[in-house]
Nanobody, 124 residues
Framework: QVQLVESGGGLVQAGASLRLSCAAS????????MGWFRQAPGKEREFVAA????????YYVDSVKGRFTISRDNAKNTVYLQMNSLKPEDTAVYYC?????????????????WGQGTQVTVSS
């Protein structure tokens, strides 16, 4: 079993930056693909970014390319999401997820473990 705990959310103005962190329990973090997803009120959960187990493959949704950066530190069992140039449309609850395969994919149903989420609110 893997437990994921997100942190780093908050209320910021448009154009600001935030860095989300997701700390994972367990000894197998380095073998898991990791992803970040978000869900805005009244909308479905949306893929944001994913990273393979060793960081060699990274994927982003088009709307965050050039603004968000996903990274991981396997020594610290932590995955990060650096979010720059935030926009009001980035407002959502952000979730970290882990999958028992090393790939880092875009479909929520391919992930096995989820964190509780952290709120990001961007004001205009």
């Amino acid at each position: 079993q893997v437990q994921l705990v997100e942190s780093g959310g908050g209320l910021v103005q448009a154009g600001a930056s935030l860095r989300l962190s997701c700390a994972a329990s367990g000894r197998t973090f380095s073998s898991y693909g990791m992803g970040w997803f978000r869900q805005a009120p009244g909308k479905e959960r949306e893929f944001v970014a994913a990273i393979s187990s060793r960081g060699g493959s990274i994927y982003y949704v088009d709307s965050v390319k050039g603004r968000f950066t996903i990274s991981r530190d396997n020594a610290k069992n932590t995955v990060y999401l650096q979010m720059n140039s935030l926009k009001p449309e980035d407002t959502a609850v952000y979730y970290c997820a882990a999958q028992r395969v090393p790939f880092g994919t875009m479909a929520p149903n391919e992930y096995d473990y989820w964190g509780q989420g952290t709120q990001v609110t961007v004001s205009s």
